[in-house]
């Protein structure tokens, strides 16, 4: 079994205060992400003792459904600000737990201890499969048609989600619009259809450049006179 959890927790402070009661009380470390889609990430390649998620300071909403669907471990909210509403919402998208902040860290521990040691002799099978895709804060869920940079959900129209799920799904590889036509519009290609493409991709571009002023990664390159392809360097 793991000696780390996972916090999701964009409140650094306490984080780390509980993260040091837990090291020093139960030998157990903590790895903290700021938000669900970091979270999700290291789900794909990590093991944890259990996730634990600050609602206070983290939307965990819109992607707890496209968490539970990654992974078998454990899944806890705690929350200053208890709401009967959004405690139904959160079991019935996939955690295990949802509940008021103990007084104490100590409080906190041994109750998390006990849920886990509950949650995991239940829980003996392996997690199911993912198709999930993270790739530096980007998120995409096929099953639930949804795309995420970090907790901000990106409308996609079906064209431009099937044309990122291609990209992301095939990272580094250069595709020519030819190739993005024929895959994802299923017709043949000529020159009338070239414009259908370079729109498409300048508008899906455009909505993965959520801070146009800031310097946010651009996933999609445009290789001049080939093709587009999702830039694996981010």
Request: proline share 5%; charged share 25%; glycine share 4%.
């Amino acid at each position: 079994m793991s000696m780390i959890y996972l916090a999701v927790d964009s409140d650094v402070g306490l984080a780390n205060s509980e993260a040091e009661v837990w090291k020093t009380t139960r030998g157990i470390g903590m790895e903290r992400v700021d938000n669900m889609t970091e979270g999700i990430e290291k789900l794909l390649s990590n093991e944890y003792l259990y996730i634990g998620i600050n609602s206070d300071a983290v939307d965990f909403m819109p992607l707890l459904r496209t968490m539970r669907s990654v992974t078998h471990t454990p899944i806890l909210i705690v929350t200053g600000k208890f709401d009967t509403d959004d405690e139904v919402a959160a079991l019935e998208a996939g955690a295990d737990l949802y509940a008021r902040w103990h007084k104490t860290t100590e409080g906190n521990i041994a109750s998390v201890l006990a849920h886990i040691t509950r949650i995991t002799d239940q829980r003996r099978t392996p997690p199911p499969p993912s198709n999930v895709i993270v790739c530096k804060k980007l998120l995409i869920a096929p099953l639930q048609q949804s795309v995420f940079i970090g907790d901000n959900k990106i409308d996609l129209t079906v064209k431009e989600f099937d044309v990122l799920h291609m990209l992301m799904s095939n990272r580094g590889c250069v595709f020519s619009p030819e190739q993005i036509y024929t895959e994802i519009w299923d017709s043949h290609f000529d020159e009338s259809t070239k414009e259908v493409i370079r729109t498409t991709m300048k508008r899906l571009r455009q909505k993965l450049q959520i801070h146009p002023q800031s310097p946010e990664p651009d996933y999609i390159k445009n290789i001049r006179d080939v093709g587009y392809l999702f830039d694996i360097k981010y």
